[in-house]
């Protein structure tokens, strides 16, 4: 799995630690294999989330289902899918507070959608970001934050986000630096959701 530490990190990439690349399932060796497990095994979560019986029966915005769908979405590929990471990271909060700060976020979320306190798109990239930030797995916390804001669009009445109309945001292009540019103004100001807000529209 040396090519997994070896590899060149794009900006704003979470690099993957020699613990929890040992536990790589496929027995592969570039990174365009990696690439093209992940993407095999997001799509058959992607059918699951977004079909009508999961959406009728299932709750985005629940603790469990969080897990479920980082679980679904990489357990062909790492084994670590759907457990919170247990090391720190130069971006997220000290994984000690991954367990107490998903639920806090979750009741913030459902609260201002609920109350209406906020547009449904508003809450739902606002949730998206601090999800982000929080980066509570070791890796795929992007692509896993990008999708439950989808399912979670749809669950509220909204179509799914386009996120620039970039296909997976995870390899480096206009696309993905804009995307990251976005969630950088929101850091740097929580009123500017503009940039993210026509980004994930456009
Ligand atoms: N400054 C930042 N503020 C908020 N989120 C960020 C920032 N930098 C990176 N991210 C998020 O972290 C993701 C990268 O984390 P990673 O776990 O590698 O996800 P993935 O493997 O799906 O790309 C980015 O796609 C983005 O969602
Ligand atoms: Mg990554």
């Given at each position: ?52 019986r999961?959406m009728k029966s ?145």
């Amino acid at each position: 799995m040396n090519f997994i530490l070896n590899q060149k990190y794009s900006d704003g990439n979470t690099p993957i630690r020699p613990e929890e690349a040992e536990q790589l399932i496929p027995k592969i060796s570039t990174l365009a294999e990696l690439n093209e497990y992940e993407a095999v095994n997001i799509l058959r979560a992607r059918e699951w989330a977004f079909d009508n019986r999961t959406m009728k029966s299932n709750d985005p915005l629940d603790e469990v289902y969080v897990r479920e769908l980082h679980h679904r979405m990489f357990d062909n590929v790492w084994k670590w899918a759907g457990t919170y990471r247990q090391t720190q990271r130069n971006i997220g909060c000290d994984p000690k507070e991954i367990v107490q700060r998903i639920p806090q976020l979750l009741a913030n979320a459902r609260y201002w959608l609920e109350n209406k306190t906020l547009p449904v798109d508003e809450a739902l990239l606002r949730f998206h970001h601090q999800l982000t930030k929080i980066h509570p797995f070791a890796n795929g916390n992007g692509r896993h934050a990008r999708m439950i804001a989808d399912i979670a669009a749809v669950k509220y009445g909204q179509a799914e986000f386009t996120w620039g109309a970039g296909k997976d945001l995870v390899a480096a292009g206009d696309a993905r630096t804009r995307y990251l540019a976005a969630l950088r103004a929101l850091d740097a100001d929580e009123n500017d959701l503009k940039s993210l807000f026509d980004f994930a529209r456009s």
